[in-house]
C-alpha cells in the first residue's frame, strides 16, 4: 500500500507540472490500477 501511496505522490510531483492536466490524471490513474493489480 505505502508504495502505490510513494507512485501516487510521485505522479502528482512531476505529473501536474505540464499544461495538460488531465492527461496526467488519466495516465496516474491508469498507473495506479496496473499497481493495485499486481
Avoid at 6 to 35: C, E, P, Q, S, Y
Wanted: with cysteine; hydrophobic share 60%.
Amino acid at each position: 500500500m505505502r508504495s502505490v501511496w510513494l507512485a501516487w505522490v510521485a505522479a502528482l510531483r512531476f505529473g501536474f507540472h505540464g499544461h495538460d492536466g488531465m492527461a496526467d490524471v488519466k495516465r496516474i490513474m491508469a498507473a495506479l490500477a496496473t499497481i493495485g493489480r499486481c
